[in-house]
């Protein structure tokens, strides 16, 4: 994130926990992010401070708001914001595995000319009476999208090593906590 100072940038992260935004808030920290939600959390009676506090970005709920959502984010993108995803589009309470990405961050990667930083919320289970698991928020390396290909194939390729990468992330921690 260091490298990443005056530049815009999408991140991308699983969305496993409902306070997993503060985790990436201060990974990013002392920029600030700009996280997209649902419209309905704006409402939500405690989460929807949060959301506002954080940065929250309604995700559109139609084609024409779609246009002016990627405009925006992309203008954000461009004057040195970080924007931040949940490619998988839901929350799954402590779950390890991905599901299918959206195509959303990685669009606006392509059209912004930013990278995709991926991190993931990995798990170890610790000893004890409390079995909640423990997470570790990782930040990978930033992916840059290919500009040689036509931009629908630029946005699976990112897609797709993104995922990679994420899967990556999570395999080294496993490994890293079988070590100890």
Known sequence: MRGLKHSGAVTICNHVHEMDCTMVAMAVYPQRASFTT???NFKRPIAGFFVRALGGVPVPTTMQENNV????????VNHGR???FYPEGNLDRYHEDLYTFKKGAFNLSVTSN??????RICYRVRPGKNR????TL???????PDFTLLKKDAVAKI??????AMEEINEEFKKKCAKK
């Open 82 to 84: 970080i924007i931040h």
């Open 69 to 76: 959502f990627f405009y925006v984010l992309s203008d954000r």
């Open 159 to 164: 897609a797709y090593e993104s995922r990679v």
């Open 38 to 40: 649902l419209p309905l």
């Open 114 to 119: 930013a990278p995709v930083i991926p991190m």
């Open 132 to 135: 909640k698991p423990k997470m």
């Open 138 to 144: 990782i930040v990978g390396k930033p992916i840059y």
